[in-house]
């Protein structure tokens, strides 16, 4: 979807409620300068991907995970419990 700056001023709490419900953003066009308005959990989503992919080594060993994981050759384990006493 993309609307003009003042199409989103005039509608911004509806479109607030919109981009948390559809997860969609929405592409904001303006003389000034374009923006995108998504939800808080989509942002932090997409910044904790870029995060984990900035590196091409950690990039290669998630692809290598995933790509283990969809050939059936993925081991499943116990996950460690981070609350339980440490002896």
């Not at 419900?21 to 991907?49: C, Q, Y």
Request: a negative charge; aromatic letters at 4%; hydrophobic letters at 40%.
């Amino acid at each position: 979807m993309s609307i003009t700056a003042s199409e989103a001023r005039q509608n911004l709490f509806p479109l607030i409620e919109q981009v948390n419900e559809d997860h969609a953003p929405v592409h904001i066009t303006s003389r000034k300068g374009n923006a995108v308005l998504m939800s808080e959990e989509d942002f932090t989503a997409w910044t904790e991907t870029v995060h984990l992919l900035r590196s091409p080594r950690n990039a290669r060993r998630l692809l290598d995970s995933i790509a283990e994981a969809e050939s059936g050759d993925a081991r499943r384990r116990e996950l460690i419990d981070p609350d339980a006493e440490r002896a």
